[in-house]
């Protein structure tokens, strides 16, 4: 089993920047995939970004340019740096992980999520 926590939502103005963290604990997470998904109200979960366990990193293409995930194996922690904020970003922002090597973007291919955290981007 792996246990992860999000932490660093909160409430910001367009343009501005969050660092989103997930902290993991029970099982190393070194060669697992690590996902961020986000879930607006009233809409379906959808993938944000995935790092896999040699830091090849893949993202939707709306936040490319802007978010980035990276990873601290010796930390068990996994990251989303998110610049550029917008209101379309406004989600609970969920970080998952999966057994296996390859990248992916499907919600399938995650065995583990957290409980969320919210972001508010206001215009």
């Known amino acids: 089993q792996v246990q992860l926590v999000e932490s660093g939502g909160g409430s910001v103005q367009a343009g501005g920047s969050l660092r989103l963290s997930c902290a993991t604990s029970?099982?190393?997470?070194?060669?697992?995939?690590m996902g961020w998904f986000r879930q607006a109200p009233g809409k379906a979960r959808t993938f944000v970004a995935a790092i896999n366990w040699s830091g090849i990193s893949t993202y939707t293409d709306s936040v490319k340019g802007r978010f980035t995930i990276y990873r601290e194996n010796d930390k068990n922690t996994v990251y989303l740096r998110m610049n550029s904020l917008k209101p379309e970003d406004t989600a609970v922002y969920y970080c998952s992980a999966g057994q296996g090597y390859e990248i992916s973007f499907s919600t399938e291919a995650y065995d583990y999520w957290g409980q969320g955290t919210q972001v508010t981007v206001s215009s």
């Open positions: 029970g099982r190393t997470i070194s060669n697992y995939r």
